[in-house]
């Protein structure tokens, strides 16, 4: 298996601009999370997905900030538009329960933005 | 919150001695996680022990919980320099076990 994909692994990008961060989980997995980590705040859980549907969005900091996955197959991270307080690694992780509620998670390798 | 709390924030040994990290939560939990980070890296994760549970092994990995005290520990044994990375516990909520609240981890350097 290819593990969680995301993509692009940096994106340099001005503030102002449109980014979009995607994520391919692990096939089979019908829960997909979106994590920004920071040195100031550490790892922060943005939204996740349950079978494509979104379950929990409370830490999408701001409007700026949406999360769609069309398929099981494929999320984006939409920040529109973007400033530089956005400049953190955000990864994409997916899981599967086990049994009784057990999840655990499996993480992409993230994308580093920054913005100028 | 529940969020995990891990003490030391950072942590050096020597290679071959053990290293001993804890976490500490404020709410009863379904499950509680150890991951790993290497620099760079995703989260890769190591162990998952059942709030029934007081005790697990996975090769060099100890851990133990104790509900009582809200609190785990993560024991690595005769560690190894590729051990040098950053570890994080998670706690999965006893009414939404889906989502893990991360604690913010303790650096763990193993010198040669």
């Known amino acids: 298996d290819a593990g969680v994909i995301q993509s692009p692994r940096h994106e340099v990008t001005e503030m102002g601009q449109e980014v979009t961060l995607r994520c391919k989980p692990i096939?089979?997995?019908?829960?997909l999370f979106w994590y920004r980590q920071t040195m100031m705040r550490g790892l922060e859980l943005l939204i996740y997905?349950?079978?494509?549907?979104?379950?929990?969005d409370s830490g999408m900091p701001e409007d700026r900030f949406s999360a769609k996955m069309p398929n099981a197959s494929f999320s984006t991270l939409k920040i529109q538009p973007s400033e530089p307080r956005d400049s953190a690694v955000y990864f994409c992780?997916?899981?599967?329960?086990?049994?009784?509620?057990?999840?655990?998670?499996?993480f992409g390798p993230g994308t580093r933005l920054t913005v100028t | 919150s529940q969020q995990g709390e891990e003490d030391p924030q950072a942590l050096s040994i020597q290679e071959g001695e053990n290293a001993t990290m804890n976490c500490s939560y404020k709410?009863?939990?379904?499950?509680l996680q150890w991951y790993r980070q290497n620099s760079g890296r995703g989260l890769v994760h190591l162990i998952l022990?059942?709030?029934?549970?007081r005790e697990k092994h996975s090769g060099r990995l100890r851990v133990t919980l104790d509900t009582s005290k809200k609190s785990s520990s993560l024991l690595i044994t005769a560690s190894r320099a590729a051990d040098t990375a950053s570890y994080f516990c998670?706690?999965?909520?006893?009414?939404?076990?889906?989502?893990?609240?991360f604690g913010q981890g303790t650096r763990l350097t193993i010198n040669p």
């Open positions: 992780a997916s899981s599967q329960s086990r049994d009784r509620g057990l999840y655990e998670q499996y």
């Open positions: 096939s089979g997995h019908n829960s």
């Open positions: 997905f349950n079978n494509n549907v979104p379950i929990d």
């Open positions: 709410t009863s939990i379904n499950n």
């Open positions: 022990i059942r709030s029934n549970e």
């Open positions: 998670a706690t999965a909520g006893r009414w939404g076990a889906q989502k893990l609240v």
